[in-house]
């Protein structure tokens, strides 16, 4: 029996284009968030495994639902190394706000799969992070493009379409994102089916939009390639109007969106799942993107952060 401790890390993720179309096929476009991540820690204690998370703390069989991803990706993984599902005690520790559209089941199941092959001692090839990481993906999001997995996993932008060999691209713009978290629990899978509903019962006006949505994520793309922040902003700003008519924005969202083009964003709109969770604001210099991280603030959003797309690195 080992007693070595052992820690897996991961990051947090923004979409910048493309989600809920990414779900039937159209390209998206997300972004490494390093500022926001999760460190898992396991290590040996004798007893039933016990799990400490934002969460819930206690024995891993007790975990309530929310965790039915995380806690089934343990215990498969566990049982493929032919090891005994005791002894042993799992910490994480996230900074991702959860349920914002950043990303961070995906990073707690891959920040814990990497600690477990390190506290067992198995070599992770990065095929299978991203198996294990869509295992939890599925249980928790029910029909996931694969997304956030492949971008908490490598770790680069990526210009990803589901079923495709993944793009990852340059991404250097004379830019800055904000980014508002409404402080409001997002709800992803609940948004994945309102949408999956919506083109069920409003099939032409449904398959339109997201026909638009991925037009506008390959505009998006070809904005960046010519470092052209403004058409990035308003192809932005066209998405979140098409979000919204598809049900995923809330009124939480569409008050920060407005918020920041009307304080001289050059566009914004939600990230990730909606119905909550946080929106992003593109801003053309860093002096406008601390004028509207303020102005978001002063309108309710709960945190911000701001991101330098020059220089990918995150500056606050
Ligand atoms: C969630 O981060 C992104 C969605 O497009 C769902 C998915 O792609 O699995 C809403």
Redesign the pocket.
Known sequence: MNNKTAVGNAIGKI?LM??????YGKP?IAIPFPVTKVKTTIYRKRGPVLLDCFYYKGILSGAPEILLGLTQVIKDITKSFKEELEDFSINIESIIPPER?M?SSASIAIATIRALYDFFNRPLTYEELLRWANVS?KIV?G??????AAIVSGEKTLYYIKGKPFMPFEFKLNAYLVVGDTGKEGQ?KA??EGVRQLIEFNIEEGRAMIEELGILAMSAKNSITINNAEKLGQVMTKAHIILDRLG?SDDSLNLLVSAAMDNGALGAKLT???RGGCMIALASDREQADYISNKLLNSGAQNTWISSLGVDSIDK
């Open positions: 979409i493309g989600e809920h179309a990414v779900v998206a559209g990303g993906e999001h029909n996931p493009s694969g997304i956030d992803t948004a994945v995923v990730g799942g909606g």
